[in-house]
């Protein structure tokens, strides 16, 4: 797969809103949540043009029951895919466009760390360039190679990922916990 990293694209959040409703459809009442993560949810972070969503669920046993479901609006369905009580779905094949992580509303250490780095990125621009420049200089270097692409930012993003948690334990983060969906 193809390592492709380019400049922040405004239109990332209407696409998160147009997927956000047919997950909800998908989902209905079993959904509670779902959160726009990854780089396409900062302003003005460079990112792989992939939509990461986060939808939060009251039991994660019932969502393989719509694997059938997701396959039919051009999902993949994965299983846990490395991550204990996650499901995660993935659409498009080299042309991938969202990545799907479901947690249940009670998986705290998941969903913390995922809202914790966004909005930290949100709220320390300066933070999100030195990202977004670390991810273009990757690319550039692994062009064709996604695993080194990703193991070559991984020091940084476990570093980004510390920090990111102590700011948002220490109370900086209006978001901690209170349901608030993210619309982009």
């Given at each position: ?15 998160f809103k147009q997927e956000a409703q047919r997950l909800q459809a998908i989902f ?157």
């Amino acid at each position: 797969m193809k390592v492709n990293v380019v400049n922040y694209q405004e239109k990332w959040k209407t696409i998160f809103k147009q997927e956000a409703q047919r997950l909800q459809a998908i989902f209905g009442d079993e959904l509670t949540n779902i959160y726009h993560i990854g780089s396409t949810s900062v302003d003005g972070l460079k990112a792989k043009p992939i939509i990461d969503m986060m939808p939060v669920v009251k039991k994660i046993e019932r969502i393989d029951r719509y694997n059938n479901q997701m396959r039919e609006i051009g999902y993949e369905a994965l299983g846990e895919f490395g991550i204990k009580e996650r499901r995660f779905f993935r659409k498009g094949q080299e042309e991938r466009t969202h990545h799907i992580h479901v947690f249940q509303a009670d998986n705290y250490t998941e969903i913390d760390r995922h809202v914790a780095v966004r909005d930290f990125l949100r709220a320390y621009s300066d933070e999100a360039v030195h990202y977004g420049n670390v991810k273009e200089k990757l690319a550039r270097q692994f062009p064709e190679d996604m695993e080194s692409y990703i193991n070559g930012k991984d020091a940084f993003v476990k570093n980004l990922e510390k920090k990111a948690l102590r700011w948002f334990f220490s109370g900086h983060s209006d978001n901690r916990r209170k349901g608030i969906s993210d619309e982009g």
